[in-house]
């Protein structure tokens, strides 16, 4: 564009302003735009051991069932007298002085079943652990209140059940310009084109076709929108902090996406647990930290909540490969900068009485923390979500 050409075009969009109606118009738009509360949902798939990532250390049940596997008192990142957190979450302990990262422990749910995919599936869908759902707790959150299939994205090739809903599901994409190109090859386009014809809803075909045609109708939208920005922070260069940057980039950019899902895996830490939790726990809380310091910078940490779960934790006891197996309640990282509540939210396990089996006994469900989120957070029915109600706790 020559300069005489830019400079009409650009004293044409400024005298829209004198122009009453375009006035209104523009206050609509910056009324629902600014502000926009965003989710942002990290997985820490596998099991995390939540004994071993807020550590009771002044508690000598816990060195007692963890011979060789526990964090010792002078390695522990101390938050009080009693309770101090993996060496490795130091970027953690900076966001919690900072009254930015609220702890709940305790979190599981009745009936607790100690398969992955079981109990991811439990989490997912925010069902009873005797029912079972293909929707999930966010696939419903799109079909009742959702425009459009990008108003959630998940960081990844596939998507988690947790955003496949009944009439609407999320998106799913590590890159918006790969998702853009691959959307404009001729095979989408001629579905496109024939996507009302019968035979596309036979034989279980529909779904498919459904997800490739959202897929399509949001890919130009999702990529024209994310690349207006771009990242200056210094990602860890793993998986996981390319997702988080790229969740950044979205996030920065304006785009209109309410929910992110991100997820980091490797947590199933039967055999040799000591350096591969310590290596995978860095992972993460060195990447949050930078992702919340990009959200900052672009002013977009207000209005941004992050919840970290997993799907389980692990036995009390370490096990004979200096390990330990599929246990039941954990603790949830909730980051943000209007929380109520920061620092410990509960008390910590009562390693002195367990469930039969051993286990760490479950205080809270992990669906009145979907619930707060969806009513305080969201701003939505969070009862009509979640098909029941559910009590609301107060770190939001």
Do not use: C
């Given at each position: ?8 075009q ?8 004198f ?10 738009v ?7 509360k965003r989710?942002v949902i ?13 550590i009771?250390f ?27 957190l ?8 900076r966001?919690?002085?900072n ?18 995919f079981r109990?991811?599936d439990?989490w ?34 596939s ?8 009439n ?7 890159n918006?310009?790969v ?6 090859d ?12 019968a ?7 529909g ?21 207006t ?6 990602y860890p ?8 940057k ?9 785009i ?20 591969t ?23 977009a940490?207000?209005?941004?909540l992050i ?21 039941t ?7 943000g900068?209007k929380?109520?509540?920061p ?6 396990p ?5 469930d ?6 479950f205080?809270i469900?992990?669906?009145t ?15 009509k979500?979640l ?8 770190f939001?």
């Open positions: 564009m020559d300069r005489r050409k830019f400079l009409k650009s004293s044409l969009a400024s005298s829209l302003f122009v009453p109606s375009f006035v209104k118009a523009f206050e609509q910056a009324s629902n735009t600014l502000g926009y989710l990290i997985q820490l798939s596998g099991g995390n051991d939540g004994l071993n990532t807020v009771p002044h508690n000598d049940l816990y060195y007692r069932a963890r011979p060789s596997l526990s964090v010792s008192k002078n390695e522990t990142i101390k938050l009080t007298d009693e309770v101090g993996h060496p490795s979450l130091m970027p953690l302990k966001l919690y002085e009254g930015n990262l609220s702890i709940i422990n305790n979190v599981g749910y009745p009936n607790p079943v100690r398969s992955h109990s991811m439990i997912q869908t925010a069902t009873d652990s005797d029912k079972f759902s293909q929707i999930g707790w966010l696939g419903r959150y799109l079909d009742n209140y959702a425009k459009h299939p990008y108003a959630a994205i998940e960081i990844d090739d998507l988690s059940l947790a955003l496949k809903g009944n609407m599901n999320g998106i799913a994409t590590q918006p310009s998702l853009y190109n691959m959307s404009k001729p095979y989408f386009n001629n579905i496109i084109k024939h996507q009302n014809e035979h596309l809803n036979e034989h279980n075909l779904y498919l076709y459904k997800s490739m045609i959202e897929a399509h109708s949001s890919a130009k939208y999702i990529y024209e929108t994310s690349k920005v771009s990242s200056t922070q210094d260069d793993t998986k996981f902090g390319k997702q988080l790229t969740t950044a980039q979205f996030i920065n950019s304006g209109d996406t309410k929910v992110f899902y991100a997820s980091l895996g490797g947590f199933d830490t039967h055999v040799n647990q000591l350096n939790q310590k290596r995978l726990l860095k992972i993460y809380a060195e990447s949050v930290e930078v992702f919340v310091d990009d959200l900052k910078k672009n002013q940490f207000d209005d941004t919840l970290t779960f997993s799907e389980f934790g692990r036995r009390v006891k370490q096990n004979a490969n200096v390990g330990t197996d599929h246990g309640s954990n603790n949830v990282f909730v980051i900068n929380l109520k509540n620092g410990l939210f509960n008390k910590m009562n390693l002195s009485d367990l039969d089996n051993g286990d760490l006994r205080e469900d992990f669906r923390i979907y619930a707060t989120v969806l009513d305080k957070w969201l701003e939505v029915n969070d009862a979500v098909n029941k109600s559910f009590s609301k706790l107060n939001i």
